[in-house]
């Protein structure tokens, strides 16, 4: 915690150190609760819009009522912002349904728990953009709601450590033969020159990233399909990219003991990386939002 200055929690601004909740929170006891994640650049807060609006789609599918509204959750992400002497930086905010009995069922009168801080960003690197990284494949053995951002995230965290354990970047899932995501990222593949990657589901998470780069890629030109995409066509495709928030756009160039592509990052990767780079630097400059 030593590069988190200040945190809020439930309308009070904190030292790290300071900041308490009850043992008997759900988000403690059910992991009853949503998260988000939002990139700073240039200390604005990269499609804040986008973020609140998957924010609230999470609070709603899980029946939490949003306990700040757009402005009061814009100007406490900007109030962390000011503490965090980074210019680029990543705000995580999370809500659980808060403290009370514990019980399966929701309890009657409750108040959400709502905690946040800022921290300084930190990207892949030069080595994984220049060499890209590896992967692994495994099954999908997550719940049918991964469209919401909650916080209980064990699945995810299993299989995350599956990919540490074999000296990879990511574990790319596969459910019912098809490609859903990562465990922490969205997936993108290219085959014969068309950019493809997973329609958004009930199985994905609408990653903001992975809109962004379909949406450039719509703006710019680039072959692209939202489709499913089969088991048989990862290990067949030219390039594999994986994205989110903290990692941008970053190549995978081996999967398992199979090598994608050449084994070196392709080039229509190259091409997108830099056409999210140039709209980074149009946002730090205002000309975008």
């Not at 392709?266 to 091409?271: D, E, K, M, N």
């Amino acid at each position: 915690m030593q590069d988190i200055t200040r945190v809020y929690l439930n309308g009070d601004f904190l030292a790290p150190e300071a900041a308490k909740v009850s043992a008997f929170d759900r988000g403690f006891i059910f992991g009853d609760g949503i998260y988000e994640v939002i990139p700073v650049f240039g200390r604005e807060p990269f499609r804040l819009p986008h973020h609140l609006h998957r924010l609230a789609h999470s609070l709603e599918a899980v029946h939490i009522t949003n306990p700040l509204s757009g402005s009061e959750w814009g100007a406490m992400i900007h109030s962390l912002i000011e503490t965090c002497p980074a210019e680029d930086q990543s705000v995580y905010l999370q809500v659980t349904r808060g403290p009370a009995p514990r019980d399966h069922a929701f309890p009657g009168e409750i108040s959400p728990t709502v905690f946040a801080y800022s921290k300084p960003l930190k990207t892949p690197g030069v080595q994984e953009l220049n060499q890209g990284v590896r992967a692994i494949v495994a099954d999908d053995i997550r719940w049918d709601r991964c469209d919401i951002k909650a916080i209980a995230l064990l699945a995810n965290v299993i299989l995350r450590q599956q990919a540490v354990e074999q000296g990879a970047a990511e574990t790319i899932l596969i459910h019912d033969g098809e490609v859903t995501e990562g465990a922490a990222s969205n997936i993108f593949v290219v085959l014969g020159g068309t950019l493809v990657t997973p329609p958004k589901s009930r199985q994905i998470l609408p990653g903001i990233t992975r809109d962004l780069v379909v949406e450039l890629a719509g703006q710019h030109g680039v072959p692209y399909e939202e489709r499913s995409v089969l088991r048989e066509e990862l290990f067949a495709a030219d390039e594999v990219w994986m994205s989110s928030s903290m990692k941008e756009i970053l190549p995978i160039v081996r999967i398992d003991d199979h090598v994608v592509g050449n084994g070196k990052p392709g080039a229509l990767f190259h091409h997108c990386y830099s056409l999210y780079q140039d709209y980074k630097a149009a946002f730090r400059a205002g000309e975008v939002a």
